[in-house]
């Protein structure tokens, strides 16, 4: 059975720090690994979707990188703003379309 | 195109009511995913329906939950009589194939509250 595991759990710095948060997975099997952007009362908002052949994947500030072997993904946040403020999830699909969920990294940015 | 919309925002029910939760997928897209999150709890997988059809249902519990996609309208998740476990958001998520979580979009969920 499959299961991701986000640390830390919650995260709070001042503006303009970079930050890393991470995410493990046990079961290797995967076919992708996604960060979701969660802000209260909202939706999920997708920011990085990483294939299993892949090592990384970019977008602006946001850069996250799978090791597949060991069941690690990192999102690293560059320059943050309070803006960024949100609960970060992360997501492995492995068979059937479905999506196995972290619990989240909520993070705060200091103005 | 106004992504996926799902109805009510907001469900208020007391112990033992029935709850209908409603999601009409993006245009175009066959595939209906629901997902739960628990307070405090991150989300979990519940039912994968294309239209008429239940795939994957492997995530729902077993009494009382029930979900459709009918050929016409929207899906709809059915809680009967709610117990407060039953309290949460749930996410409806919507694809044009099958597979790829990349193709998925999700909505801004449906919160329940039992009393």
């Known amino acids: 059975k499959q299961e991701v595991t986000q640390i830390p759990a919650a995260l709070s710095v001042p503006e303009g720090e970079n930050l890393v948060l991470n995410c493990s997975f046990t079961?290797?099997?995967?076919?992708?690994l996604q960060w979701f952007r969660q802000d209260p009362g909202k939706g999920l908002t997708s920011l990085l979707l990483?294939?299993?052949?892949?090592r990384e994947q970019t977008s602006g500030r946001l850069n996250a990188s799978l090791d597949k072997s060991s069941g690690r993904s990192t999102l690293y946040i560059a320059a943050s703003q309070p803006g960024d403020s949100a609960t970060y999830l992360c997501?492995?699909?492995?068979?059937?379309?479905?999506?196995?969920f972290g619990e989240g990294t909520q993070l705060t940015v200091n103005p | 195109n106004a992504g996926v919309m799902q109805n009510p925002r907001h469900l208020v029910r007391r112990r033992g009511q029935e709850a209908r939760l409603r999601c009409s997928p993006m245009?175009?897209?066959?595939?209906v995913y629901w997902y739960r999150q628990l307070p405090e709890e991150g989300l979990k997988f519940m039912v994968y329906?294309?239209?008429?059809?239940?795939?994957?249902e492997s995530g729902m519990p077993k009494e009382r939950f029930s979900a459709e996609f009918p050929k016409e309208g929207p899906s709809i998740l059915r809680i009967q009589q709610v117990v407060r476990g039953d309290s949460a958001a749930y996410f409806c998520?919507?694809?044009?194939?099958?597979?790829?979580?990349?193709?998925?979009?999700f909505g801004a969920g449906s919160r329940l509250t039992v009393l």
């Open positions: 079961d290797s099997a995967i076919y992708n």
């Open positions: 990483i294939q299993s052949s892949q």
């Open positions: 998520a919507s694809s044009p194939v099958k597979g790829g979580a990349n193709v998925l979009t």
């Open positions: 329906l294309q239209k008429e059809n239940i795939i994957d």
């Open positions: 245009k175009g897209h066959s595939h």
């Open positions: 997501a492995v699909e492995t068979s059937g379309s479905r999506l196995t």
